[in-house]
Each structure stands twice: as C-alpha cells, then as structure tokens.
C-alpha cells in the first residue's frame, strides 16, 4: 500500500560511478499496486541518451489475513443463509469485496449442516482462505412432565424428519443441571419419554432439544426451557 521508489545507480562502461549531476531519474506514477513500473534515466552534461528500467510489485500473500463471518450459527428456518464477510490485512484494513477478493458460497445453505465460504484474493493480494458456518436444528418445547413413583413422563412438541433425527432429555436435581443425566431418544416420531429409577420425593429439573445427523456430525438444537417435577 505504499510508494515504491528504487534508488538508481548509475556506473560508465569502465565500473565507475557516474556522479547523479549527469542524470536525472523519474518514475511511472502510481507504483502502489501489483504491477510493473518504469523508472527512467535521462543523461544530460557529458552524457546523451536514456535508459529505461522497470521493477516489479507482486501480490501480497493473505495467508494472515482475518476473515469473519457476521453469523458463525443459525437456526433452521426453510431459508438460504448468506452470512456477511469481513477480510482485513495484518494492518487491521478491511478489504473490498469484488477489488480485493471475491466471495463463494457453498450451495444449498438452507438445511441443518455445516457451510464453507471461500474468500478467493485478487488485485494486491494472493492466496485463498474459507470460513464455516453452521444451521443448526430448530428447538423443541416441552409439553409436559408427568410425576410417577420414582419416574416422570416428559412429553415434547414433535419436529419434522427434515429437520430433526431425534431428541434428548435432560434432567438434574439442580436447576443450573450440574451432574445432569441426559436419555436419547432415537426417532423423531416419538414424543414422549419415560424415566425411570430415580429418587423419591426428589424435584427434578427437566429439559429438552432436538438434533440432526448429518452424515457423521450431530446437530443440536438450544434446550427448551426447563420444567420442574417432584
């Protein structure tokens, strides 16, 4: 990003140094961007003629560069998610779409997985780098939750198989669920679970999510908000 201006020596066909009095040196102009530049020697005195020279300015490697994503996580909705992009230097400059990289998305980016945006240099700067982002599976709502002897029945809002694989529940004597338990359960068709062999006279603190396998990766929901039972 800044001026690139060579010094010039200037030697005779016998090795010695002409002195600069019998020259004068001027540049291209600009000699900022990725380009090549001439520099131009003009004698004068006891000299006549003129020689041209050129140098170069190549690409800035990116391989340091920052690119953020304005959303890292989104919840499935049936919409195409398109997160916004920020690529900054090692200076902390934010770069131009469309002059200094250009942007792709991976296609789909509506159902539950994970999506890679490529940020592919151009102009002043070289390389390629990608940043992820993540739909995850809407949440379910817990319904209810049943006392039995020693048990409960949590009941839930069922979800899509589109969406969803299955769900968990997770329960703890603590509202904050320290040393919870967590009981899958393995089809999205099923809406109730019950939980057996627990303490008597106890409250338990019950909650819900859903998740979504997608190849070998689960996807997991936000818990539902928490019931109580006794």
């Known amino acids: 990003g800044k001026v690139k201006t060579p010094t010039v020596a200037v030697k005779g066909s016998d090795g010695k140094v002409i002195p600069s009095t019998n020259y004068s040196v001027s540049y291209s102009s600009g000699r900022t961007n990725v380009g090549t530049y001439k520099v131009t020697v003009n004698f ?17 490697s990116a391989s ?56 592919k240099f151009k102009g002043n700067y070289t390389g390629t780098k990608t ?20 048990r409960f029945t949590a009941k839930w809002t069922k979800k899509s198989k589109q969406v969803v694989t299955g769900y968990q529940i997770q329960y703890a004597t603590s509202s904050s669920f320290k040393r919870e338990k967590t009981v899958n359960v393995t089809s999205y068709k ?41």
């Open 44 to 60: 004068k005195n006891n000299y006549i003629g003129t020689k041209v020279f050129s140098f170069k300015i190549n690409a800035a």
């Open 190 to 230: 099923t809406v109730s679970k019950l939980v057996k062999s627990l303490k008597g006279k106890t409250r338990y603190y019950v909650r819900v999510r859903t998740y979504k396998t997608v190849g070998k990766t689960k996807y997991y929901s936000s818990w539902s908000t928490a019931k109580k039972v006794t």
């Open 131 to 150: 940043a992820s982002f993540v739909i995850n599976p809407p949440k379910t709502s817990l319904t209810s939750v049943v006392a039995g002897s020693k």
């Open 64 to 119: 340091k560069f920052s690119v953020k994503l304005g959303a890292t996580s989104y919840t499935y909705d049936g919409k195409v998610k398109k997160p916004t992009v920020t690529v900054k230097n090692t200076a902390g400059k934010t770069l131009k779409n469309g002059t200094d990289y250009t942007l792709t998305y991976a296609t789909g980016r509506k159902n539950v997985g994970t999506y890679k945006v490529t940020v």
